[in-house]
């Protein structure tokens, strides 16, 4: 469902070169690390913006590596040298302010490691971390496998979810994107290249999977594979009733490990925003204007089904139990049926809708929450009705769907609610211009402020704290750990220093 913005614009920076090393900002290289310092206008342009396009971080330096070596290299040097600079690991730069920046150290460009490998039997793939897991799609597609757990939009980078979690649609069924890795290499502070596991190595395995690039830099994850679906039948039905939209969505989720539906989430629809009903037949599409006009606001569900043999029973009773069983508005119920492929990267097709209308490269100050299931209800009525719907207008989608927290690992970095079995998943992604996003960050504030005043235990995805004691609060009975892993695996404080947690 969600749309994810890149600005890319032009910064002049100054450019220094001596006989004997290349010399950008304070950064010096040895010749003898043979390492191209690229320093040019265009890569630390591309390098001082990231995809919420409110913070501009400019680097000394922009480096390309052609192997994990490299890395190394540069981190050794960089943890052991005279002159201390900071380095950060740069997929696609889909961070919303700044994490991925490194104000006058160096950019790793990611991407320039890439690649797929499936294994003979076909139940994992070794992924360089650079890798866009569109491209994972495709190359284990072409054998009939893929992964399991996908984000929104797939075109990001592999080693970049892993550092946060990875979530999406499959994740009350199969975890965030974490959970489905067996195996990863990475290369510490230290510029230690160490192979890691659940049996090797653990303490890093587990710190840098959702540990925001503070401990090292994963170069390849092996990524478990199932069968590859060829098709996905896509429902949405919309509701009136909070309360009912949220009983189905439970209800579908605590199915998980049945043969109930593979994807699920939830959007909103409200009067103050644009409502886009172009999934529905064009018959209902002013009906459904009416309705949020109505009611103020119309919550949508979306679910889907995979499958390969559209004779199955098993479609059948997908389709009778969501028809017959669920809450949602008599008629309004829409279903395509669409390429698995197609169904995964659907929100590619947004974006190039929004580009055409020059309404991508925008900034985005997006505010992701995750909330206890017992807590959802004061969180619609505190912040979707009492804040939300009482602003002028909104630009943007909100999302609201539940997750199983039994599908998450708590020896993982990332961080999810954990008073409860069920926590929600929360997107207000909410578009801007330069001079509103002072307003909307404020707005973002008070959802945060209202949230603790209320008792509502929230915790935040790609949050961007700016005080050490809301990273100890945000980390709880972790931080102890995540602190020690950090002295252990980068001691120097080189990596990610973006996310300003030490």
Known sequence: MANLPLMITLTTVLIYLLPSCIKSSEIILPKSLNLTLLTDPSAISVASHDFGNITTVIPGGVICPSSPAEISRLLSYASNGERKFQVAA??????????????????????????????DDMKYADVAGG????????????????PVSWTDYLHVSVGGTLSNAGIGGEVFRNGPQISNVLELDVITGKGEMLACSPQLNSELFYGVLGGLGQFGIITRARIVLNHAPKRAKWFRMLYSDFTAFTKDQERLISMANDTGVDYLEGQLFMSNGVVDTS??????????????????????????K???????????QVVDMLTKTLSYLPGFISVHDVAYFDFLNRVKAEENKLRSLGLWEVPHPWLNLYVPKSQILDFHNGVVKDILLKQNSTSGLTLLYPSNRNKWDNR??????????????IGILQSATPQNVPEVESLNDSIIRVCKDSGIKIKQYLMHYTRKEDWVEHFGTKWRDFSKRKDLFDPKKLLSPGQDIF
């Open 279 to 304: 999934f529905f037949p064009q018959s209902d599409q002013s009906k459904i204007a009416d309705l949020v006009k109505s009611h103020g606001i119309i919550y949508v569900l979306e679910v889907a």
């Open 90 to 119: 740069r997929g696609q730069g889909h961070s919303l302010m700044g994490q991925a920046g490194v104000p006058d150290g160096v950019i790793i460009n990611m991407t320039c490691l890439a690649g797929v490998v499936v294994s």
């Open 131 to 146: 890798t866009l897991w569109v491209d994972v799609l495709k190359k284990t597609a072409e054998k009939g496998v893929s």
């Open 412 to 425: 993982m970095s990332a961080m999810v609610t954990d008073e409860e079995d069920v926590v929600y998943i």
């Open 306 to 316: 995979f499958y390969d043999d559209p004779t199955l029973p098993i479609i059948g």
